[in-house]
């Protein structure tokens, strides 16, 4: 704020720098102090009053600090003179900006702008507060005036880059590039351009309308020059060349950017395709996914002979080459993997060269073997070979490890690479079991090995062969799979556990540990690894995905409430924020950066994760609240009783969503949330890729959202619904009547009945068939929560509307009864039936948790609101009739409901309580015992063997002090009692959870003995 220093409404700059840099300090009570002080001797400054604003803002006093801007924006209107003072107005804006009403700054701004529509510094304030609300048209038009007023340059270029958002985010078109065409080239025409980022606009503007050669001309003449690194200049030039349909001079342009730049990948991927006349290239850069790229480009079917199409292929092996053999290139991946590419596109169109691509492998290998992205490099071309060429691959490099040079760090990584190349196309899943287990055995001896060449490093330097062991925890984690012998499960976290003791920041031994404990139902440990990670900003968003569907069906619900909290605090001040960057890059005249500014908030706002989110944040209250009906009414009316939620899933099918994750830091047997091999059966396969999945997610997520959004005002109205069936009046609470009550709760049941894919009827009639056992529980599917939701809902309307009533008078008993069975049949006998967690990883814990604190927890609102509408109000009622016997009839309906639910629940918590009653040493020894080797036949415990054999073979000298430290502070029995922990933290918090429920309940039955 230093620059705005100096006299503001008349105050002189020695006042208000003592108050700035209090604030900047955050000292917020000498600052107020400070300020009251000014405000004494300037009572009328809107300058001192909007100091003061955001002072109190600043200190969460939020309705102050609105009272006094409104006031400081009336003594601004009234005194026209203040109007010109831009620090008041931006002090002002920046506190209506953090109070979310942006509009109130931009109006003041706009007031002062019509007043003195000619001051440019009052312009750019206004055009920057059109830059907050995203407003492109006006700031469009603000930009317009600014140019009209200076002639400036960088006014024009704000007014093009508005023209181009409109087209990228909003439904602008055709027309308004010709209007930014049209600006440019009158603009051009009388005062040229002087800035390259200006040119590289034009040339976009006009690449946008298909006319590259209007671009191509541009680029060639005056203007070229301001692009002063001919690289870039060349690489705009092919670029151009390649969409206009001149692939050859494309090619040639292509040719001397890879003369200048020969290790550039997309570069050659250019070349090829122009000399090929293939735009494969082009196309999937502007329709891609820009968060996950594909590996390599899709060929389409050449339309060249087989003559011009093997000629042109050799001259580019020719002219790549001679890279190889300059001893500038030796380092240089590029070249090597060029040639590669040029076999595969042979091979792709149509030629048995199955020789020159082995040829070109090996010859890869023997130059880059050693490096750790060899793997990832050669994996698209390993596809495209046979399986025996496979095998024949993977003998050559197994001998190749044992005849190149013997620099221990190249010995060790051509070894990485040889298990890798094994695991990725060496049938591993085909072998005896026991050579898979003397594999994982070979990776963690290799590591102990290795690790003497580490000694000198920093702690946080990565360790040559730190990859060992997560390979071996894929390797342990197959033959689990394979076997379903839960102690490979548990080495595969022993393995991990101990390369953490003795390096902590590894971050990949991390995630797969939290991926590990999730599925082991240690979840607490998962979450507390997960922190460790220190995830923060950006990251929130890509790496979250890892812990965040875990946490949603937890009971770990403190932690739950902190992880969405601070990803929403991030996701929404970095909304509330970004509009600073864009404006600052439009001040650095940086105008690619403003168009992707804007784009990247824009693709946040659509991330699915954050939509997941906003719904599932509410929902956590709810569910938080749900034992106490007054405090649940307090969280529905601080969300507008749900209405908000509704016209979000209204929003949702509209919307296209964004999947940000970084998925390929994923375990092989997650590759994306919801997706997990370890709970089907074995598949017959070592090695699972890294599926694309995003269409049927983005499918499913948005059944979700769309599904869950629904339920705070399902919710709401269900409460609302079952107070007015047993009271006389028709109206609750002054809100709404019965009828409106009633029809709107059965639109919204439709509407849940249709996403899970029936109309209302078959719902009801599924639902009625499952209960009375007419059908079988696996007409729900995989969707059994909300199908209980669903008929815990369907009961409440029924109170009310009585449209389900059977003949013979009983009004709603059989919907009652139809909720309790479900409840019952889904959740006491589950919980009957389940096992230890440890002994049983992937379990139905989750499941358990989600039927207890959703239906359940929705049908407990229900009997609350009930029975306090049951109460005796204090009015005399008549005696006798059939509206009395209605009445004693439904309360007995009510008891039994209440009786069921409470023994539900009971029932779940004597199962916890059975498993954490449990000696803790008892549960250690059955996980230690797992890890034995009994004989000689297959079954797990040699790695963990391997691991104890270290503890007595540690030397000091050879591994380091450091080192040697850490390896005697490892304890297997410390990991085994730590998983042990960490499963019972997890069920305590369910048991918690569960004795909330039942202290509710008790208080009910009490409660209904006074009815």
Not at 440 to 450: D, L, N, P, R
Not at 597 to 625: G, H
Not at 812 to 817: A, E, L, Q, S, V
Request: glycine fraction near 6%; aromatic fraction near 8%; proline fraction near 3%.
């Amino acid at each position: 704020m230093a620059s705005k220093f100096g006299l503001a409404g008349g105050i002189p700059e020695r006042r208000v720098r003592q108050i700035w840099d209090a604030v900047d300090s955050r000292q917020f009570k000498n600052a107020l102090k400070l300020s009251a002080a000014l405000l004494s001797k300037y009572p009328n400054s809107p300058y001192a009053l909007a100091l003061k604003a955001l002072i109190l803002e600043r200190m969460g006093k939020s309705d102050e600090a609105l009272a006094i801007c409104l006031n400081a924006k009336e003594l601004l209107y009234k005194n026209e003179s203040m109007l010109m003072d831009d620090l008041t107005l931006s002090t002002l804006q920046i506190v209506f900006q953090r109070l979310d009403h942006l509009e109130l700054g931009t109006s003041c701004y706009e007031y002062a702008c019509s007043k003195f529509p000619n001051n440019l510094e009052l312009m750019m304030g206004l055009f920057n507060c059109y830059v907050r609300e995203y407003s492109f048209v006006k700031q469009q038009q603000t930009a317009i005036k600014m140019y009209k007023l200076v002639g400036e340059e960088r006014f024009l270029l704000w007014a093009v880059c508005s023209i181009q958002l409109q087209v990228f985010c909003g439904n602008g078109g055709e027309k308004l590039l010709l209007l930014a065409e049209g600006l440019l080239k009158k603009h051009v025409a009388s005062h040229s351009l002087h800035e390259p980022e200006a040119l590289i606009v034009y040339i976009s503007i006009l690449e946008q309308q298909a006319k590259y050669g209007d671009a191509l001309e541009i680029l060639s003449g005056k203007l070229g020059s301001l692009l002063m690194i001919e690289v870039d200049k060349l690489r705009i030039q092919g670029r151009l060349l390649a969409q206009s349909g001149d692939f050859a001079a494309g090619a040639n342009t292509y040719q001397k950017i890879l003369e200048l730049c020969p290790d550039d990948w997309e570069c050659f991927l250019h070349y090829l395709g122009c000399l090929l006349e293939d735009d494969s290239s082009w196309s999937n850069g502007v329709n891609g996914d820009p968060v996950h790229p594909p590996k390599f480009v899709e060929c389409t079917v050449s339309h060249l002979t087989d003559e011009v199409l093997n000629s042109r292929l050799s001259n580019a092996s020719a002219f790549l080459l001679k890279f190889q053999v300059d001893a500038n290139n030796c380092f240089l991946r590029g070249p090597y993997l060029a040639i590669l590419e040029i076999e595969r596109r042979r091979h792709l169109y149509g030629k048995s060269n199955y020789d020159d691509i082995m040829k070109a492998l090996i010859q890869y290998f023997f130059k880059f073997g050693h490096l750790a992205c060899f793997t990832s490099d050669v994996e698209m071309f390993l596809q495209v070979l046979t399986p025996d060429n496979k095998m024949e691959f993977l003998e050559k490099v197994m001998k190749g490890t044992n005849s190149l040079p013997t620099i221990p760090t190249k010995v060790l990584g051509l070894s990485i690479t040889a298990f890798k190349i094994q695991q990725l196309i060496g049938n591993i899943d085909k072998v005896p079991v026991v050579e898979h287990e003397a594999l994982a055995g070979q990776m963690v001896e290799m590591y102990w090995k290795s690790l003497p060449l580490s000694k000198g490093l920093d702690p946080q330097e990565s360790m040559h062969g730190e990859e060992l062991l997560s390979m071996t925890c894929s390797v342990l984690v197959q033959l689990y799979w394979r076997t379903r012998h839960l102690g490979y499960f548990l080495e595969a976290i022993m393995v991990l556990e101990f390369g953490l003791t003795i390096r902590r920041y590894v971050w990949q031994y991390k995630i797969l540990l939290l991926h590990l404990y999730s599925h082991l139902g240690a979840l607490s440990l998962a979450y507390e690894w997960y922190k460790s990670l220190d995830v923060k900003n950006i990251l929130m968003e890509t790496v979250s995905h890892h812990i965040l569907p875990h946490m949603l069906l937890s009971p770990l619900w403190v932690d739950l409430s902190n992880l969405l909290k601070d990803y929403l605090r991030f996701m929404d001040d970095h909304f509330r924020e970004s509009a600073d960057l864009t404006f600052l890059a439009y001040r650095h005249r940086n105008y690619s950066k403003v168009i992707e500014f804007v784009q990247f908030k824009e693709q946040l706002q659509r991330s699915n994760q954050y939509l997941v989110a906003r719904v599932e944040s509410p929902i956590l209250q709810l569910k938080q609240r749900a034992d106490s009906i007054e405090e649940e009414e307090g969280v529905l009316e601080s969300l507008n009783c749900g209405i908000h939620f509704v016209e979000l899933s209204n929003e949702i099918t509209s919307k296209t969503l964004t999947f940000n994750e970084d998925f390929q830091s994923r375990p092989w047997w997650t590759p994306v949330p919801g997706k997990n091999y370890l709970l089907g059966p074995f598949e017959g396969i070592s090695y699972c890729p890294k599926e694309n999945l995003t269409k049927e997610r983005e499918e499913n997520v948005r059944r979700v959202i769309e599904r869950k959004s629904l339920l705070p005002r399902m919710i709401y109205l269900s409460i609302q619904s079952a107070s007015v069936s047993l009271k006389e009046n028709a109206e609750v609470n002054g809100s709404m009547s019965e009828p409106k009550i009633s029809s709107e709760l059965k639109f919204l049941l439709e509407r849940y009945a249709k996403m899970l894919g029936s109309s209302l009827t078959d719902a009801i009639e599924v639902v009625m068939g499952v209960s009375t056992g007419l059908k079988s529980s696996e007409a729900f599917g995989s969707d059994t929560v909300d199908w209980l939701n669903f008929a815990v809902f369907l009961n409440a309307w029924n109170l009310n509307s009585h449209e389900l009533s059977q003949p013979g008078g009983d009004q709603c008993g059989h919907t009652w009864h139809n909720v309790d069975t479900l409840l019952d049949k889904h959740i006491s006998e589950k919980a009957r039936s389940m096992e230890s967690l440890i002994c049983f990883p992937g379990g139905d814990l989750p499941t358990l948790v989600q039927l207890v604190t959703e239906p359940l927890a929705w049908h407990g609102l229900v009997l609350q609101s009930c029975v306090r509408s049951s109460l005796p109000s204090g009015k005399k009622k008549k005696k006798g009739g059939p509206a009395e016997h209605s009445t004693s009839q439904l309360s007995s309906t009510i008891r039994d409901s209440i009786d069921s639910s409470c023994s539900i629940v009971e029932e779940v918590a004597k199962w916890i309580r059975d498993q954490i009653k449990r000696p803790e040493d008892e549960v250690v020894e059955i996980i230690l015992s797992s890890l034995r080797k009994k004989g000689q036949g297959e079954g797990p415990g040699l790695v963990f063997r391997i691991l104890e054999s270290f503890m007595s073979s540690i030397d000091e000298v050879e591994l380091g002090s450091r080192i040697s430290q850490a390896v005697k502070s490892w304890s297997h029995v410390d990991v085994a009692r730590k998983i042990v922990t960490g499963s019972s933290t997890v069920l305590s918090e369910f048991l918690r959870i569960c004795e909330s429920k039942i202290k509710s309940l008790q208080a009910l039955k009490r409660q209904m003995a006074q009815v």
